[in-house]
C-alpha cells in the first residue's frame, strides 16, 4: 500500500490542529491498533487511530465505529496511566522519514510535568508504536522485539534507536541538477524503480505514475532517457510540489471494476486508464479511513463467518455433484420405452417362442416399415416371464425418473436457496447480521443451533434508502428478512423489485394510497434508483449491467414450503441498470 513518507509528511499538516489539544480516552481495539481521543477547543473532540498492521500499517482521524474489548490490554492501561489528560505538545517527522512523533506533557506519579513521546512507525511488517520517556528510554511499545528477531531490539528500558536511513534526496527540496545526476547513477533500470532508489518517502505507484507521465505510458529506461523525457519528468514533479505546498493535493483510492480496493495516492492517478476505477478525496484522513475500514469490515466479517462460508461452500458443491449424478441416471431413464415394447413384441410372437432360446429376431411394428430387431432373452425363463422382466425393468424406470425429476428440482432449489445465503453472507457487515444467518441455516438444518454466551447480537432492521423523489425504499439483509419484508412488513400497492434470475436482496418501494384505490407506479426515477440498489446488492453487484424485475406486491406470492427468500411474481417489467456504489451511498436514509 502506499502510505509513504509524503503521505505521512501531509497527515502531520493535517493533525496539527491537534496540538494543544488534550487526551480524553484511549482505547485499543486489537492487539495492533489504538485509537487517542484527543479534545481541543477549535476542533471539539478528534479520534486518531494508529494502526501497526502489517498489512494495513497507517495512523489518521477516524470516524469508524469499532469495538473495543471488554477488558483493556496491557499496554493499552499503560497508556492510560501515562497519557490520560496528557497535552500534545508537538507532531515531528525527519524529513520524509515513516515516522510519526507525538510530543506529550504529562504529569508523572509524583505531580511533575513530563515530556512523554509516542513514536507511530508506519514501515509494513516491522511497523511499531513506541512511548518514550523524557531521557529517550523505552518505557513499553505495542510489539515487544527481541535481540534475537532484530538487529535493532524494541524492549522496556532500551535507548530508542532510529531505523536506519538511506540517502535520498527529498522530493520537495532538491535541485534538478542534484535529482537529474542521482537519477543517472542507477544506471540501467527501469524509471519508476531508479526513482523509489533516488526520492524518499515515494510509493511504488507514485514511482510508476511519474514514469507513465514521461514515457506516455511507454516503458523507459534510465540510461537512455531523453533531455524532453528529462524535461517532462521534473515538470511533473514540479506540478506536484506546487500542489504539495498549496495543500491542493487530489487523494486518490484506486479500485478494481468489480469494486475490490487496491490502492491509494497522495496525487491523481491516470495510469490504470480504463483497467481501475479512481475515487476522489478531500483529506488525507478521510480517504484512510474509506479505505480500510471497507476493507477491514469485509476482512473482519469473513474471520467471524469462516465457518459458514466453507459450510456453504461444501454443501453447494456437495449438492451441485448430488444433481449432476441424478440427471446422468435420468438420462439412462430414456430407455425404458425399449424395454416396453421389448416385452410387447415378445408376447405378440408367444407362438413362435420356447423356453430356452437366448434371443429372438421379429419385426418391430412400432418403426416405420416394421424392421427386424433382435431380443435378448433369459434362456432359463420362459417367453412369457421374458416378457414380464422387461415390463418390470419398463416400470422400475418409469418410476425412477418421476423420483428423479423431483429430486433434480429440489436439489436445484436447494442448490440456488444456498447460493442466496452465500451472497448475503458475503455482504454481512455486523455480528447481528451472521448471527442471523448462522440462525437461518440451524432452522433449515445445516447447521447446529449454538448457544450464545449473555444476549446473541441484535439483528439490524431492513436497510433503508429514500429516493430522489422521495419515497422511502427498504432492502432485505438476508433470506428471513426478505420473506418478512415481503410478506409481512408491505402493503399490497408498494413495488417489489429482485434482479432477474440471480440471487439478490428484496427491494420494497414504499407507495402511498391512491385515492382511487388504484395501484400507482412510482415516478421513473424512482423506479431507477431502486433497480440499481437491488442490482447493488445482489450477486451482480460487479457487473456492468444487470437486469431487474420489478412488480406490485399483491404479484408475489411465497409458495407452501420453499424455502426462505423464495417467491413467484406475475405481471412483472423489466429494467437494465448498472450497479452505482455512490449513487446507492447517496441514497442511504
Request: hydrophobic share 35%; proline share 4%.
Amino acid at each position: 500500500m502506499a502510505l509513504d513518507g509524503v503521505y505521512l509528511s501531509l497527515l502531520k499538516k493535517e493533525f496539527s490542529c491537534l496540538i494543544g489539544g488534550r487526551v480524553d480516552k484511549i482505547y485499543q481495539p486489537s492487539r495492533e491498533e489504538m485509537i487517542i481521543a484527543v479534545r481541543t477547543r477549535e476542533n471539539g473532540l478528534k479520534r486518531l487511530l494508529i494502526s501497526t498492521g502489517a498489512g494495513s500499517a497507517r495512523v489518521h482521524f477516524t470516524n469508524a465505529e469499532i469495538e473495543n474489548p471488554k477488558t483493556p490490554p496491557m499496554f493499552c492501561m499503560l497508556m492510560r496511566k501515562h497519557l490520560s489528560s496528557g497535552k500534545l505538545m508537538d507532531i515531528r517527522q525527519d524529513g520524509f522519514e515513516r515516522i510519526l512523533y507525538f510530543d506529550f506533557d504529562s504529569s508523572n506519579e509524583m505531580g511533575d510535568i513530563v515530556r512523554l513521546t509516542l513514536a507511530a512507525e508506519i514501515m509494513g511488517r516491522r511497523s511499531n508504536l513506541l512511548l518514550l520517556d523524557p531521557d529517550g528510554k523505552i518505557i513499553d511499545s505495542i510489539k515487544r522485539v527481541g535481540q534475537d528477531v532484530s538487529s535493532r531490539p524494541v524492549l522496556p528500558g532500551m535507548a530508542y534507536e532510529l531505523p536506519p536511513r538511506e540517502d535520498r534526496l527529498s522530493l520537495t527540496e532538491c535541485s534538478r541538477e542534484v535529482f537529474e545526476e542521482r537519477l543517472k547513477d542507477n544506471g540501467r533500470q527501469e524509471l519508476s524503480k531508479a526513482l523509489m532508489k533516488t526520492l524518499e518517502g515515494i510509493s511504488p505507484v507514485f514511482a510508476r505514475e511519474c514514469a507513465f507521465f514521461t514515457g506516455h505510458g511507454n516503458e523507459i529506461i534510465t540510461e537512455n532517457m531523453t533531455e524532453d523525457q528529462f524535461d517532462r519528468l521534473w515538470f511533473y514533479i514540479g506540478r506536484i510540489r506546487s500542489e504539495y505546498a498549496s495543500g491542493e493535493n487530489k487523494f486518490t483510492v484506486i479500485k478494481a471494476k468489480d469494486g475490490s480496493l487496491k490502492d491509494f495516492c497522495f496525487c491523481r492517478i491516470d495510469q490504470y486508464g480504463g483497467l481501475m476505477v479512481t475515487k476522489p478525496f478531500e483529506s488525507p484522513s478521510e480517504l484512510l479511513d474509506y479505505f480500510y475500514s471497507e476493507r477491514d469490515a469485509l476482512s473482519r466479517t469473513k474471520q467471524k463467518a469462516q465457518d459458514l462460508f466453507r459450510l456453504l461452500l461444501n454443501t453447494i458443491e456437495r449438492t451441485e455433484r448430488r444433481v449432476q449424478n441424478q440427471r446422468l441416471e435420468l438420462a439412462q431413464c430414456g430407455e425404458r420405452e425399449k424395454y416396453r415394447q421389448y416385452g410387447d413384441l415378445i408376447m405378440s410372437n408367444l407362438y413362435g417362442l420356447e423356453k430356452g432360446m437366448h434371443e429372438i429376431n421379429v419385426s418391430n411394428f412400432y418403426e416405420e416399415g416394421s424392421p427386424s430387431v433382435i431380443i435378448p432373452l433369459d434362456k432359463r425363463l420362459t417367453p412369457t416371464q421374458n416378457a414380464q422382466k422387461y415390463y418390470k425393468e419398463y416400470r422400475k424406470l418409469d418410476t425412477a425418473e418421476k423420483k428423479l425429476r423431483e429430486l433434480i428440482s429440489k436439489g436445484e432449489e436447494e442448490s440456488k436457496y444456498l447460493d442466496s445465503v452465500f451472497d448475503a453472507l458475503t455482504r454481512a457487515q455486523t455480528e447481528g447480521d451472521i448471527a442471523e444467518l448462522r440462525s437461518e441455516l440451524a432452522e433449515q438444518g445445516y447447521v447446529k443451533r449454538g448457544k450464545f454466551k449473555g444476549k446473541p447480537p441484535k439483528a439490524a432492521p431492513p436497510m433503508k434508502f429514500m429516493s430522489s423523489d422521495g419515497y422511502l425504499i427498504r432492502v432485505g439483509r438476508n433470506n428471513s428478512q426478505n420473506d418478512k419484508l415481503t410478506c409481512r412488513d408491505s402493503e399490497k400497492s408498494d413495488v417489489w423489485l429482485h434482479v432477474k434470475d440471480i440471487t439478490g436482496s428484496h427491494v420494497v418501494i414504499s407507495c402511498p394510497k391512491t385515492e382511487s384505490g388504484h395501484d400507482e407506479m412510482p415516478p421513473d426515477r424512482t423506479v431507477e434508483e431502486a433497480a440499481v440498489i437491488a442490482a447493488y446488492f445482489s450477486k451482480g453487484r460487479s457487473s456492468s449491467r444487470v437486469d431487474v424485475d420489478y412488480t406490485f406486491i399483491r404479484n408475489v406470492k411465497k409458495p407452501n414450503g420453499s424455502k426462505p427468500g423464495m417467491v413467484i411474481f406475475t405481471s412483472n417489467y423489466t429494467i437494465t441498470v448498472r450497479p452505482d456504489e455512490e449513487l446507492v451511498k447517496s441514497l442511504k436514509a
